[in-house]
Every structure is written in C-alpha cells, then in structure tokens.
C-alpha cells in the first residue's frame, strides 16, 4: 500500500492543526454512522434474500463499526499534545489503529471463507434476489459517497488511520460490485453456487488487504526508516548550508503524522561551542523550511574524528543511501 504522502504533507500545512483535527474526527464519526446504518441494511438484505454474500458483507459491515470505533478513539488520543510520560506524542496510537482494523479485516475473511465453503457443500438455493440486489446498489452509493469524503480528508490531514479507514471501505467497493454481480447472474442464469464462489473471492481479498494494511501499521510501529527520497532530501538541505558539513548516522521514523530526524553533524573542531550551536540551529532551521513540524535532533561532532558509528554496523537495503558525499 502506498500512499503519495508527500503531497498529503504539503497540503496539510496549509490547514491550522485546529481545522485538521475537527476533519479526522468528521470523517471518523461519518464512518461509524455508515458503518452502523449499512450493517442494519445487510441485515434486511440478507434475511430476506438468504444470499451468503450479503451475509458475509453484514459480517464485514458489523466489523467496520468496531473498527471505526477504534480510528474515532485513536483519533482523540493522538491528537492531544506531548506529555511528560509521551514526549514523543501520542501520534502512534494511529498505527495501532490500523493494526487493529487489519486484524478485524482478517477476522471477517476468515469468516466470510469458512461460510462459503460449507455454503457449496449443503447446495443452498436463495430467494427474493431483486431486493438483495437493490439494497447492495444502495450500499455501494453510500460506501462510494463515504470513500470520496475520507480520500478528501486524508490528503488534508495526513492521518494514518483515517488512509487505513478508506481503504477499508475500497475493499467493500468491490466486494459489493462482486455482490451485485454474483445476484444478477443467480436472477437471471438461476447459478446459485456463484453466491458462495464470490463470497469466497471476496474473503481471499480481504485476507490479502489486511495483510498489506497489517505490514504497513507494523512498519510505523517498528520505526521503519523513511523514503529514499525523504532521506536524500535531509542530506540534501544540509548540505545546502554555507559550511557543506557532512553528517553521518543519519535515522529517520514516523511519528504518526510527523517526522522525527536525527543525525550527527560534522563541523570545524576549532570553533567555540557557542559557533558550533549557532551553526546548528541554521541546519535545523533550513530543516523545517520543508518539514515545518518535524522533531530533529542534532548531535555536533569535529570533523574528522573517528569514532564508533552506526553506519559501519548496519546491513540490508535500507543502506544504500550514503550520508557522506
């Protein structure tokens, strides 16, 4: 899963952080009201037309709630301010988030797959398919409307849980289409197994999502570097100062919405430590010209002196982008 976060950022400068929290919990609250009226939906849909993939769509839907919950609680608690006990803030908590939707999204696989299987053993025939089909062409409606606002309020805000929320909700994008479908073929071919065959194909993509989703909240929890290109740019800009310092033991992470970089700097071992901080403080200002709310740490070190590194114990690809020219 990717996402074009660079761009996210840049926009959601231009917001205060005041309108950026009223948006996230907007498109948080919206999502567990669809979330609540659609399960009741599929509930109707799937008694009256004993369809298994309504069904398993009211199962996902029932699913979507709890996860819903989670980002609008997430949501509250990452956006309050460093503690003494959090000095890093609490903009992880949204990672965790997106842990947890991707396990209620493996759960309703699982589910959705084990139904189907024994729907094709016990040859199960459906009835009333006209109101099944009409009221999952009102889901996918409401679920397109809703996936339109959260993708909006991602970019403004860069929030990892209300990205991982939206794609959620694509997933039931074409889960409901596979449902349509399968419907239409049952109405008008009377092919009853293709119920449960779509409904299998649906659970496999659920899997195959909440492993994507899964990987990528654990990479953020982890501290997975940034980009390349974001860790490019850090030795670019300081390059960019009047000294040209080198640096090296540069790492970067996540913090959940904001950046954190540290990094020893090189500088003229001669220079009174008042220079070597006022030479520091230029590096980090030209630092937040492009990432404004990033948390940077700067280690001054004099210049030639060898010392132990972390950049001599590293390994793997990650590595390949070197700190020194």
Same mark, same amino acid.
């Given at each position: ?61 029932? &699913? ?7 980002? !609008? #609680? ?26 947890? /939707? ?53 970019? !403004? ?10 794609? %959620?909700?694509?997933?039931? #994008? ?19 197994? #293709? ?12 899997? *195959? ?38 640096? %090296? ?14 990094? %020893? ?11 070597? %901080?006022? *030479? ?8 937040? /010209? ?9 280690? /001054? ?15 793997? &690809?990650?590595?390949?982008? &070197?700190?020194?020219?």
């Amino acid at each position: 899963m990717s996402y074009p976060l660079k761009i996210w950022r840049k926009l959601s400068v231009l917001l205060p952080q005041n309108k950026i929290d009223r948006l996230k919990k907007i498109a948080a609250i919206s999502s567990v009201s669809l979330a609540v009226g659609l399960c009741l939906l599929k509930v109707i849909g799937a008694a009256l037309s004993g369809s298994l993939s309504i069904f398993s769509s009211m199962i996902d839907s029932l &699913s979507d709630i709890i996860a819903s919950l989670i980002t !609008l #609680i997430s949501i509250r608690i990452s956006g309050r301010p460093a503690s003494c006990d959090y000095r890093y803030g609490y903009g992880k908590v949204e990672a965790l988030s997106a842990l947890a /939707q991707a396990l209620f999204i493996a759960v309703s696989g699982g589910f959705i797959l084990y139904d189907a299987i024994w729907r094709l053993i016990e040859h199960r025939y459906l009835s009333q398919t006209v109101i099944g089909i009409a009221i999952m062409v009102i889901s996918l409606i409401l679920t397109l409307i809703l996936v339109a606002f959260q993708r909006h309020v991602a970019k !403004l805000t860069n929030s990892q849980a209300i990205m991982a929320d939206s794609q %959620h909700y694509s997933v039931d #994008i074409y889960t409901n289409l596979a449902i349509i479908a399968s419907l239409a073929v049952i109405y008008w071919w009377h092919i009853y197994w #293709i119920d449960a065959a779509m409904a299998i194909a649906a659970a496999i993509y659920l899997l *195959h999502v909440a492993w994507k989703l899964g990987r990528y909240a654990a990479s953020l929890l982890l501290d997975k570097e940034l980009g390349e290109d974001i860790r490019r740019r850090v030795i670019e800009i300081v390059a960019s100062h009047p000294l040209h310092p080198d640096i %090296h033991d540069l790492r970067t992470r996540d913090l959940g919405g904001h950046y954190m970089f540290e990094f %020893h700097l090189e500088l003229d071992g001669a220079q009174s430590l008042l220079e070597a %901080h006022r *030479h520091t403080e230029e590096v980090e200002t030209l630092l937040r /010209q492009t990432y404004p709310d990033a948390q940077i740490i700067i280690h /001054q070190d004099p210049k030639g002196i060898d010392e132990e590194r972390l950049d001599r114990h590293l390994t793997g &690809s990650g590595c390949s982008i &070197s700190t020194k020219p």
